[in-house]
């Protein structure tokens, strides 16, 4: 939990260490998540790894409440289930209207549990300038809440949204296209393919959406007292685009998205973060 954070946020305590990739050459890796794990035990403590813990826990349960209780809300009417060419727009429909009604469940539960995330976020970047600011759950609702007001609660939110949004509607779709168009009916394991495909396009998609998770982290810490939320681990960006922007620019939109194998980017120019 941690450690994945750190990452993406750049905090980098540990020095580069000289490797060789597939052809030979000789390149520069970044500690992999056990070295930087070892390295929190190390400075913290083993309950240095679950920093933020509480927080992500109180979120991740409201938002399975808050899925339940607008799924009971708002029922999905049931629909004949489609799989033959001959019944295209039969069956698009219903990929639409069940991704519609998931995407609704998806973006309330996720507008319910962002202030706790935000919280877990801010507890676990507090690794980095050592501070204690935000200590615990309920003194930390207290100070965002007057440090920021109620919009504090919810910073880095529209990217998350944004990200679950895409997410759902390229799975879904891509999903439903490959197996009405590549999975041959008559294919003795066409069933069987046809179960995982969604498993295996989450995958895809998930990395191609993973900048929202990673500019939505980061929003959540930025600008709110805590030294990795300053210069110079950051701007104090203007808003989400601000900080896609700089990301980009700097080559860095899909920072921690790699847990083991991390190369160590090239020296650095100036790039503006206007």
């Given at each position: 939990?941690?450690?994945?954070?750190?990452l993406?946020?750049?905090h980098e305590?540990?020095?580069?260490?000289?490797g060789r990739?597939?052809?030979?050459?000789?390149?520069l890796?970044l500690?992999?998540?056990?070295?930087?794990?070892?390295h929190?035990?190390?400075?913290?403590?083993?309950?240095?790894?679950?920093?933020?813990?509480?927080?992500?826990?109180?979120?991740?349960t409201?938002?399975?409440?808050?899925r339940?209780?607008?799924?009971?809300?708002?029922?999905?009417?049931?629909?004949?289930?489609?799989?033959?060419k001959?019944?295209?727009?039969?069956?698009l429909r219903?990929v639409?209207?069940e991704?519609s009604h998931?995407?609704m469940m998806?973006?309330?539960?996720?507008?319910?549990?962002?202030?706790?995330?935000?919280?877990?976020?801010r507890?676990?970047?507090?690794?980095?300038g050592r501070?204690?600011?935000?200590?615990?759950?309920?003194?930390?609702?207290?100070?965002?809440?007057?440090?920021?007001?109620?919009?504090?609660f919810?910073?880095?939110?529209?990217?998350?949204?944004?990200?679950?949004?895409i997410?759902?509607?390229?799975c879904?779709?891509?999903?439903?296209?490959?197996?009405?168009?590549?999975?041959d009916?008559?294919?003795?394991?066409?069933?069987?393919?046809?179960?995982?495909?969604?498993?295996?396009m989450?995958i895809a998609?998930s990395?191609?959406?993973?900048?929202?998770l990673?500019?939505?982290?980061?929003m959540?810490?930025?600008?709110?007292?805590?030294?990795a939320?300053?210069?110079?681990?950051a701007?104090?960006?203007?808003?989400w685009?601000?900080?896609?922007?700089?990301?980009?620019?700097?080559?860095?939109?899909?920072?921690?998205?790699?847990?083991?194998?991390?190369?160590?980017?090239?020296p650095a120019t100036?790039?503006?973060?206007?």
């Amino acid at each position: 939990l941690l450690t994945g954070f750190l990452l993406q946020v750049g905090h980098e305590p540990l020095p580069p260490t000289v490797g060789r990739n597939i052809l030979g050459r000789k390149v520069l890796y970044l500690p992999g998540f056990f070295t930087y794990a070892r390295h929190i035990v190390k400075v913290d403590g083993k309950r240095g790894l679950f920093r933020g813990l509480t927080p992500r826990l109180i979120s991740s349960t409201l938002s399975t409440i808050t899925r339940g209780s607008v799924k009971k809300a708002f029922p999905l009417e049931d629909m004949e289930h489609v799989s033959n060419k001959d019944d295209v727009k039969t069956s698009l429909r219903k990929v639409v209207k069940e991704t519609s009604h998931e995407m609704m469940m998806q973006c309330v539960s996720r507008v319910v549990s962002h202030p706790l995330h935000v919280i877990s976020m801010r507890c676990m970047v507090q690794f980095v300038g050592r501070e204690v600011k935000y200590s615990g759950v309920f003194s930390a609702i207290g100070r965002i809440f007057k440090e920021e007001g109620i919009l504090g609660f919810f910073v880095g939110l529209v990217p998350h949204i944004l990200g679950d949004v895409i997410f759902l509607w390229c799975c879904n779709l891509l999903a439903h296209f490959i197996n009405t168009y590549a999975v041959d009916d008559n294919f003795s394991q066409a069933s069987v393919i046809r179960s995982y495909t969604k498993f295996v396009m989450g995958i895809a998609v998930s990395m191609l959406t993973y900048p929202f998770l990673l500019v939505g982290d980061l929003m959540a810490v930025n600008n709110c007292g805590l030294r990795a939320g300053l210069p110079p681990y950051a701007p104090a960006f203007t808003s989400w685009i601000h900080c896609w922007r700089y990301l980009s620019a700097q080559g860095q939109l899909f920072r921690g998205s790699s847990l083991l194998f991390r190369r160590a980017p090239m020296p650095a120019t100036c790039f503006p973060i206007d």
